[in-house]
């Protein structure tokens, strides 16, 4: 019997394993770096964080959201750079020629030749336009830019919440399942060294002994993968939050700390997707889409444009430049150019403009379509681990009864040391059920929030404690300062 169900018990902590390393590679783009957050507290050398210590920490230190800030400035910078089109353009300008054979007229038999062996040109040109529809139209895509890169930043942080929550919610379950393997592993110990004694009694056979010491044999390695386990969850938990792979860090709680979510999920009529991040991209892309096509139709208005210049000449037949005549002169004017022919090049340049924007009203109902699917999945699956606790608990309930008569019968004399670790491996099964019920669950539950954009709202709750903190700190800073300046 207790080989049955340690066998059990090894493939829930294989699929358990596999649940905590498969994201491993998840944290893509994300580098080390040394760093930490005030509100996770340092006892010696390993750093202790809370989950919200860890998210506050990943929000300022993970890579993949420093590199979506940039991309929020840098569309900014774009965005001022196309504004200047609008400004006129002044630019300086010089050019020097040298005559190689003057030109020659012929009056009668008489030769003449005119000009200067140097001509020297030095002056400033402005230019601006006046009407241009295509310029204006660019502007208004130059604008959705920023707000597109400025959503996608959101993108990013939100799933940077949504990483750290699993990650942390995997080292706890890796934890969890060290435990019990820990104490199935001891159960064994415990099992071989009583069998031997009896076997030394001579009231056991060989055959007990044997297996035995093979049942403790095959507990260690499982005991040993699930301590490998903490530790590759952690090395992910650490890659997320941008702080040194090499640094020790220890998570603060358990999974039972999260028992009261358990069964707090909205149903299908509660979905509302219009907050998901990716919708809102692309309906913003569909815009700039939308805005490029009319960009393109107004490639066919006319179009007036501002020039004026102002120049000084100088001709001569020497380098004696003290003695040149420099002549200024100057000129402005305006420029009318009205679309006639271009080979077709404009006409068909707004067809493919016009197809791609209602391409992208067909992309946005497919992305729809598929949210939904994967929020149907997602309400399964937290349905499904909500039956799997609940069942659990009662399993619990059954398991403890059992293990406390099994441990009464050993304590008198009428039960053995194998049915009272039978039952306490039984136990130990259903509380692993348990933890992984939690987990799955509000695994699924993060899951959840990340699709319908709820991580938005945690995302400004984790700023505004980050910039109360920096606060906090610039004004001690503050302070020390003053009181160090009195002290001179």
């Not at 390695?221 to 301590?227: E, F, I, R």
């Not at 913003?284 to 501002?306: D, H, M, T």
Request: a neutral charge; glycine letters at 6%.
């Amino acid at each position: 019997m207790i080989m049955t169900k340690g066998k059990n018990l090894l493939a829930c902590g294989l699929a358990t394993f596999a649940l905590c390393v498969a994201g491993l590679g998840e944290a893509k783009g994300v580098e080390p770096s040394s760093s930490g957050a005030s509100g996770a507290s340092n006892a010696g050398d390993t750093l202790v964080v809370s989950l919200q210590d860890a998210l506050k920490i990943a929000l300022s230190e993970n890579i993949q959201v420093k590199i979506a800030d940039m991309e929020v400035i840098k569309s900014g910078y774009q965005r001022k750079g196309a504004y200047a089109a609008l400004f006129p353009q002044i630019d300086g300008n010089g050019s020097y020629q040298r005559t190689i054979e003057k030109q020659a007229m012929a009056v009668g038999e008489q030769v003449m030749k005119f000009g200067r062996d140097n001509t020297y040109s030095v002056g400033f040109g402005l230019g601006m336009p006046i009407v241009n529809a295509p310029l204006w139209k660019s502007l208004g895509i130059s604008a959705d830019n920023v707000e597109l890169s400025i959503e996608k930043a959101k993108a990013s942080k939100q799933d940077m919440v949504s990483e750290v929550e699993q990650a942390f919610y995997a080292v706890l379950l890796a934890e969890d399942m060290y435990k019990v393997y820990k104490q199935n592993y001891d159960n064994a110990v415990v099992v071989y060294e009583d069998v031997k004694m009896k076997y030394e009694f001579g009231t056991v056979a060989q055959y007990d002994l044997i297996t035995a010491e093979a049942k403790k044999q095959n507990a260690l390695p499982d005991m040993l993968d699930s301590k490998n386990a903490i530790e590759v969850c952690l090395w992910k938990l650490k890659a997320i939050m941008g702080v040194d792979l090499n640094a020790p860090i220890r998570c603060v709680g358990t999974l039972y700390d999260y028992q009261l979510q358990m069964g707090s999920h909205s149903t299908w009529q509660d979905v509302n997707l219009e907050r998901n991040t990716t919708l809102k991209q692309l309906n913003l892309q569909s815009g700039i889409l939308y805005k490029n096509y009319k960009l393109k139709v107004a490639q066919f208005y006319p179009q007036l444009n501002l020039s004026a210049s102002y120049v000084w000449n100088a001709m001569e037949d020497n380098f004696r430049f003290r003695n040149y005549q420099w002549h200024p002169y100057s000129v402005a004017g305006l420029t009318l150019v009205i679309p006639i022919f271009s080979g077709g090049s404009r006409y068909y340049g707004v067809k493919e403009a016009k197809v791609e924007s209602e391409k992208m009203a067909y992309q946005i109902e497919d992305t729809r379509r598929n949210l939904e699917v994967s929020v149907r999945s997602i309400l399964n699956s937290l349905n499904t681990s909500f039956e799997q606790y609940k069942a659990a608990e009662k399993s619990i309930e059954g398991a403890e009864k059992g293990f406390l008569i099994s441990q009464k019968r050993y304590d008198v004399g009428s039960g053995t040391m194998v049915e009272l670790s039978d039952s306490r491996l039984t136990l130990l099964q259903a509380r692993l059920n348990l933890s992984q019920s939690i987990y799955s669950y509000i695994v699924a539950k993060s899951n959840l929030d990340n699709v319908m954009g709820n991580n938005q709202q945690k995302v400004e709750t984790l700023q505004k404690e980050l910039d109360l903190q920096a606060q906090e700190m610039a004004s001690v800073s503050a302070s020390e300062s003053s009181e160090l300046q009195l002290n001179k």
